[in-house]
């Protein structure tokens, strides 16, 4: 599948999303009905409360009817969700966490990208734009000990901050890799930097924006999911310092632990960055 045709739109991206998020392996378990009547009940109180407080009208009331419906048509609730919801999720969720930082995951991860020992070309087009990156690290405990068997997936944007298999005429797999780490627990991945990305503008969440006055940009970022035999796993994000949104993400999953500050090569060509990954024990 290689195409040079890009015309991504929300549709586009959002029902690829969704048929994503379909796949995911997700953990179910019996329902509290206490805690789910509980949580639910709060929920609904808390609109109630927004339209007293601001005195909604009918008209305003059917638009958010149409809205509702417009977001699940175009398949666009992950996109939403991680957006707007998911960085409270992750804070609670990892709220004692004292390894690596994590941030939201968002709707575009993919499990089972190339898979590569210790150092990564990432797949990337023979043209592909954007600055090169040498990004590269060790996996370790808590106390600084290099783990072996580590797993490092990455995957990030585009320099037109697209997403392959969620924008049109991409490669399968580019700009996504994984590297399972030896005994030293390295890991190097070469690859380029990405470009901020922009909630699509063509769409029910990009409309919903816009008649906010917001922006609809997060800064540019790496994502990255870090796992290894009895350690707890780490989902997060990690970006650029001076760049554009990094102080203003449209997701707020921005963290200060997360910024990166690249120094020019040695070669000259790019940029060199290193980041390590001390992780938590597995609960
Ligand atoms: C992204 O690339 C992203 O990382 C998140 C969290 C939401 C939408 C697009
Ligand atoms: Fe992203």
């Known amino acids: 599948m290689t195409t040079t045709e890009h015309n991504p739109t929300a549709v586009g991206s959002g029902q690829n999303a969704t048929a994503s ?21 709060d929920a609904l109180a808390a609109l109630h409360e927004v339209v007293r407080r601001h005195q909604v009208t009918y008209a305003e009331y059917d638009a958010l009817k149409g809205w509702l419906i417009d977001v699940g048509r175009t398949g666009e ?3 939403f969700l991680d957006v707007f919801l998911e960085h409270v999720v992750e804070q609670v969720a990892n709220a004692d966490r004292k390894g690596a930082v994590g941030t939201i995951e968002g709707p575009y991860y993919i499990p089972g990208a190339p898979e590569f020992a210790a150092e990564a070309d990432v797949p990337r087009r023979a043209d592909e734009p954007g600055t090169p990156l040498l990004f590269e690290g060790t996996v370790t405990d808590l106390d600084g ?11 990030h944007a585009d320099d037109a901050g697209y997403y392959s298999q969620f924008a049109p005429g991409i ?11 030896g005994e030293d627990g390295h890991y ?17 969440v990009g409309a919903m924006v816009a008649t906010a006055g917001w922006h609809p940009w997060r800064p540019a970022h790496l994502h990255l999911k870090v796992t290894a035999p009895g350690r707890a796993p780490v989902t997060t994000q990690l970006y650029f310092a001076g760049g554009e949104y990094v102080a203003d993400d449209v997701a707020q999953a921005v963290k200060p632990e997360l910024i990166l500050h690249p120094t020019k090569s040695d070669s000259g ?15």
């Open 21 to 41: 998020f379909a796949r995911k392996e997700r953990q179910a378990g019996p329902v509290d009905h206490e805690r789910a009547g509980a949580i639910i009940g």
């Open 188 to 204: 190097a991945f070469r690859t380029i930097q990405p470009a901020p990305y922009q909630i699509p503008t063509d769409g029910a």
């Open 269 to 283: 060509e790019g940029n060199h960055v290193t980041y390590d990954f001390p992780l938590d024990p597995a609960e």
């Open 171 to 181: 490669p399968e797999w580019n700009l996504r890799a994984q590297i399972r780490t």
């Open 145 to 155: 000990n290099p783990l072996d068997g580590a797993l490092v997936e990455l995957w």
């Open 77 to 79: 609730w992950p996109l």
